[in-house]
């Protein structure tokens, strides 16, 4: 290491005469290293830039058969995002998306933030743990198995949530939570908290307890009850992290979620509800094998993704935290 | 010392206890009642009334699935990728990473762009599934390995971890005349138990959940893991509200008991894919709250 350090500080490599030579020197000098790094270059190349490049399909007719040889598929411009813009589900997927995902940002935001506080106001230790593990323990299942929990409790048959409402009198009837509209979003927003809520607290956990002790101490001495320490102490303090956390979720505005709605919303009649641009180029895409309309929905998604991630970055950059 | 416990303070205490409580349930409910329904008679569990406890217990759900030849295969592919996707994957990004870290790298401002790009943006389901097949890995192992050797966002926080780590033993390394790949097998793979252990374990949860993949990549039944398997038997399960997707076999075996529905197969089914992460999870928590703060760090 030294040695190529003091190469790459000499006077030498300064002057652009004898600049090309000595830059192959340093290349073969430090071959070693670039091997470790090629593989990579190489892999990421491949799997995240091909299909990048991809997306021209995206304004071209493409089909099947012309394999790998893009370029004889004939160009149509902006046809499929016109299409899509035009169709008829078109609004429906994107008033889906944004709901969900704000419904999953106003809900799912708050709750693990409301976890940490109260974990932190547990004094028993082992209660703590106990509490702690059995909470992260859902983040680790697969959507699968939340889809079948979920479809298991809702269900008319032996459904215990169905049981629940019954045995209370709430309803006479057991109901079809899955196949009904009016409950998807809140079945949706459900699980997604209580798959992610307890992992989700560890961040903010540790942001409470890098709170100075001393500043709790001087409120006990100063008689300030529980709820208005967390109030005035903890919040304040964990406030930098919470809105760098706020910020990252602008650039997710439209990343609604995937697995979870195709799995929740397998029965078609959901549809109306259900609907968000990725499970739509999932369907059209894959199912009715409409590829370069999906793809020209998928680059159109991507793109302003794109921006507000992009917006979120130089927000967080403002706030004293960058992304990288 | 003592403090005195105002009323107030003593209502929200009881108050916290209790709500931490209630979601500790709702956390466990959902794997308990599915315990009790594998272990109940199938058409008793349809007459409904059954939520803590099997009211006719039976061992017979789960002997058919163990018998079937289909799920002990997918568990076999399961396991396969899940260890070589993970080995391979945590190699090949640590590798990146301590490439990346050397600061003499030629072009590495230039490769940290490349990398971080593809955070930002990406071709999609669509152009990502056309070049799979283009590359003659449709319905192949190497589907699960390949196309996720290198994550970028590992990358980062192995060269996070690696940066953090003391300077000087590298550098009497060096001066021992060892090389760059001696550096890294003999003092950074070392050093580094705590990070490889989050990531790797948290890399294999991803192998092991994922169903999407090979339910777009793979055609033949001997290739899908059981997630998949899993998926497919649910959701026949929500179509069709009766059939199954098992071996005939195990269809035959099916008609014969007549005592057993699919709701009871499909939940014995579930607890068993379950089972391998709830077993191996009180081992490792203590890595993944570590891995969540280091991976933070870097938010």
């Known amino acids: 290491m030294p040695q190529a350090t003091a190469e790459q500080q000499s006077p030498i490599s300064r002057q652009p005469k004898v600049h090309s030579k000595s830059f192959l020197r340093r290349l073969m000098k430090q071959w070693d290293v670039q091997l470790m790094v090629l593989p990579g270059v190489i892999l990421v190349f491949i799997f995240a830039y091909m299909p990048m490049y991809g997306v021209i399909t995206g304004f071209m007719d493409y089909n099947l058969f012309t394999g790998s040889r893009i370029w004889d598929n004939p160009w149509v411009g902006f046809k499929h995002f016109e ?17 969900i995902s704000l419904l999953k940002f106003v809900i799912g935001f708050p709750a693990p933030i ?3 506080l109260l974990l932190n106001e547990v004094r028993h230790m082992l209660f703590k743990r106990v509490i702690q593990t059995i909470t992260y323990l859902p983040y680790f299942l697969s959507w699968v198995i939340v889809a079948g929990f979920a479809t298991a409790l809702l269900s008319t048959e032996n459904g215990s949530i169905n049981i629940l409402l019954e045995r209370i009198g709430a309803i006479d009837e057991p109901i079809n939570f899955l196949s009904l509209k009016e409950y998807f979003w809140s079945i949706l927003i459900s699980a997604n908290v209580w798959k992610d809520i307890g992992f989700n607290s560890i961040v903010f956990l540790a942001a409470i307890a890098s709170i100075d002790p001393a500043l709790y101490e001087a409120a006990d001495i100063d008689g300030a009850s529980k709820a208005k320490q967390i109030y005035l102490i903890t919040l304040p303090s964990i406030m930098p992290v919470v809105i760098i956390f706020m910020i990252l979720a602008i650039g997710n505005l439209l990343n609604a979620g995937f697995e979870d709605i195709l799995l929740l919303a397998s029965n078609p009649v959901l549809r109306p509800v259900s609907d968000v641009i990725d499970t739509y180029v999932y369907r059209v895409g894959l199912g009715s094998h409409r590829y370069s309309y999906a793809v020209a929905i998928g680059l159109f998604k991507a793109i302003i993704s794109v921006g507000l991630l992009t917006i979120a970055n130089y927000m967080a950059r403002r706030s004293g935290n960058s992304l990288w | 010392m003592l403090k005195r416990i105002s009323f107030g303070d003593k209502v929200m205490l009881i108050v916290v206890y209790a709500l931490l409580s209630l ?9 308990w009642n599915a315990v009790a329904v594998s272990f109940n008679v199938g058409v008793d569990t349809a007459k409904g009334g059954v939520t803590f406890w099997p009211r006719e217990f039976t061992l017979e759900n789960y002997k058919i699935i163990l018998q079937d030849e289909r799920l002990l295969n997918g568990f076999l592919v399961s396991i396969g990728r899940t260890v070589i996707g993970t080995a391979t994957s945590i190699f090949m990004t640590a590798l990146l990473a301590f490439g990346m870290t050397r600061s003499y790298l030629i072009g590495r401002s230039y490769y940290m762009v490349f990398f971080i790009f593809t955070l930002y943006f990406g071709g999609g389901l669509i152009p990502t599934y056309l070049l799979i097949r283009s590359l003659g890995m449709m319905d192949s192992f190497l589907v699960f390995i390949i196309p996720s050797l290198i994550s970028v966002w590992n990358m980062i926080i192995f060269r996070t971890f690696f940066k953090g ?4 033993l590298e550098e009497s390394a060096n001066i021992d005349g060892c090389s760059n790949w001696g550096i890294f097998f003999r003092i950074i793979l070392p050093l580094s138990g705590p990070v490889i252990a989050t990531l790797s374990l948290l890399t294999a949860v991803g192998h092991w959940n994922d169903w999407f993949l090979p339910s777009i990549y793979i055609t033949s039944d001997t290739l899908l893991p059981i997630q998949t398997i899993l998926r497919q038997t649910l959701n026949a399960n929500i179509v069709s509200g009766s059939s199954t997707v098992l071996d005939s076999a195990s269809v035959a075996l099916l008609d014969q008991a007549r005592q057993i529905t699919s709701k009871s197969l499909t939940m014995a089914m579930m607890i068993v894919v379950t089972l391998p992460i709830i077993l191996v999870y009180p081992f490792v928590q203590k890595y993944f709250v570590k891995g969540v703060l280091v991976g933070s760090l870097k938010e």
């Open chain 1, 114 to 116: 409301i976890l940490a």
């Open chain 2, 165 to 168: 780590l003391p300077v000087g």
């Open chain 2, 23 to 31: 979601l500790a349930f709702t956390a466990l409910y959902p794997f």
């Open chain 1, 83 to 99: 299409a899509f813009f035009a169709a008829p589900e078109f609004e429906r997927i994107l008033r889906n998306t944004i709901v």
